[in-house]
């Protein structure tokens, strides 16, 4: 493991009227997704910091399959919504199945796991949305990732208002004709991957397929924005190297999946925005 970073809240910043990809909403999106990760209480506190007077959590834990986590927020202008990953990312990528169910839109097939995920917290969520009744901004880390695209992709077959959809390290949902049927209704998912995270490669192609605008941030931090010869590279060097891992016993991207490591998420988009890296405090664990 490498170093995991004071998490710099501070920089929370929404862009509300940007109409494409926003490095501030990038980030605001993610330190989000890292607050999902901390307790009731700081998760509390920090959103009345932020603004954000209205919050239920999302809290479902059902046998060994079913751990969905998350909140719902709202200020005076949005509410957004937020899915953390697994605790474990080895542990979720292990268990990986490719077993899919009807999704949303039409004829389209999703991964039946991250479906029932979401499902189980689906009536939480709905009663504080529509309570709320604000445009929608939805994010999510690693399986969040996953949750939230399902969810933008259900909204959207009802015509419901998505402002915008960041996912970081999301895994493949749904099948082409849900990607086909996904792009064409939405033109605002953010799909934030950084360098050789192993994770946006799974489940396998062609069986599943990414929605959305590829955000790649290579392993110097440059960002690449949807361009697909990159991201096919990005997918043969992570392909050359993950057996090797697995053969030594060891999976080295995964610090590159976490959002506050020194290599993950939040530390790139920081320095996509500029920010001297001295402004946060580095920890060793």
Same mark, same amino acid.
């Given at each position: 493991?490498?170093?995991?970073?004071?998490?710099?809240?501070?920089?929370?910043?929404?862009?509300?009227?940007?109409?494409?990809?926003?490095?501030?909403?990038?980030?605001?999106?993610?330190?989000?997704?890292?607050?999902?990760?901390?307790?009731?209480?700081?998760?509390?506190?920090?959103?009345?910091?932020?603004?954000?007077?209205?919050?239920?959590?999302?809290?479902?834990?059902?046998?060994?399959?079913?751990?969905?986590?998350?909140?719902?927020?709202?200020?005076?202008?949005?509410?957004?919504?937020?899915?953390?990953?697994?605790?474990?990312?080895?542990?979720?990528?292990?268990?990986? $199945?490719?077993? /899919?169910?009807?999704? @949303?839109?039409?004829?389209?097939?999703?991964?039946?796991?991250?479906? !029932?995920? &979401? +499902?189980?917290?689906?009536?939480?969520?709905?009663?504080?949305?529509?309570?709320?009744?604000?445009?929608?901004?939805?994010?999510?880390?690693?399986?969040?990732?996953?949750?939230?695209?399902?969810?933008?992709?259900?909204?959207?077959?009802?015509?419901?208002?998505?402002? $915008?959809?960041? /996912?970081?390290?999301? @895994?493949?949902?749904?099948?082409?004709?849900?990607?086909?049927?996904? !792009?064409? &209704? +939405?033109?605002?998912?953010?799909?934030?991957?950084?360098?050789?995270?192993?994770?946006?490669?799974?489940?396998?192609?062609?069986?599943?397929?990414?929605?959305?605008?590829?955000?790649?941030?290579?392993?110097?931090?440059?960002?690449?924005?949807?361009?697909?010869?990159?991201?096919?590279?990005?997918?043969?060097?992570?392909?050359?190297?993950?057996?090797?891992?697995?053969?030594?016993?060891?999976?080295?991207?995964?610090?590159?999946?976490?959002?506050?490591?020194?290599?993950?998420?939040?530390?790139?988009?920081?320095?996509?925005?500029?920010?001297?890296?001295?402004?946060?405090?580095?920890?060793?664990?």
């Amino acid at each position: 493991m490498g170093n995991i970073i004071a998490i710099p809240y501070e920089h929370f910043e929404l862009e509300l009227d940007a109409t494409t990809y926003s490095p501030k909403n990038a980030l605001s999106m993610a330190l989000a997704c890292q607050l999902s990760y901390q307790s009731e209480d700081d998760i509390y506190k920090q959103l009345d910091k932020w603004g954000f007077l209205h919050f239920a959590n999302l809290n479902a834990k059902k046998g060994f399959k079913i751990d969905t986590q998350g909140f719902v927020a709202s200020n005076k202008e949005i509410t957004m919504i937020v899915f953390r990953g697994s605790d474990s990312s080895r542990d979720w990528v292990t268990n990986l $199945n490719t077993v /899919t169910d009807p999704g @949303p839109l039409n004829r389209t097939r999703v991964h039946e796991g991250f479906q !029932n995920a &979401l +499902f189980s917290v689906i009536m939480d969520l709905t009663k504080e949305v529509v309570r709320q009744n604000r445009p929608l901004w939805i994010t999510g880390h690693s399986l969040g990732g996953a949750l939230a695209t399902i969810l933008t992709a259900m909204y959207l077959e009802r015509d419901d208002k998505v402002e $915008n959809l960041y /996912t970081f390290g999301s @895994p493949r949902v749904g099948n082409e004709r849900f990607r086909e049927q996904f !792009n064409k &209704l +939405f033109n605002h998912a953010y799909r934030v991957v950084n360098g050789n995270d192993l994770v946006p490669h799974l489940p396998p192609e062609p069986f599943f397929s990414h929605v959305g605008q590829s955000i790649i941030f290579d392993e110097k931090g440059k960002r690449h924005d949807g361009e697909l010869n990159f991201w096919q590279q990005i997918q043969i060097n992570v392909k050359s190297t993950l057996l090797q891992d697995w053969g030594d016993g060891k999976l080295s991207h995964v610090e590159r999946h976490q959002l506050s490591d020194d290599d993950g998420y939040i530390p790139r988009l920081l320095k996509d925005l500029g920010i001297a890296e001295s402004i946060y405090k580095k920890k060793n664990y």
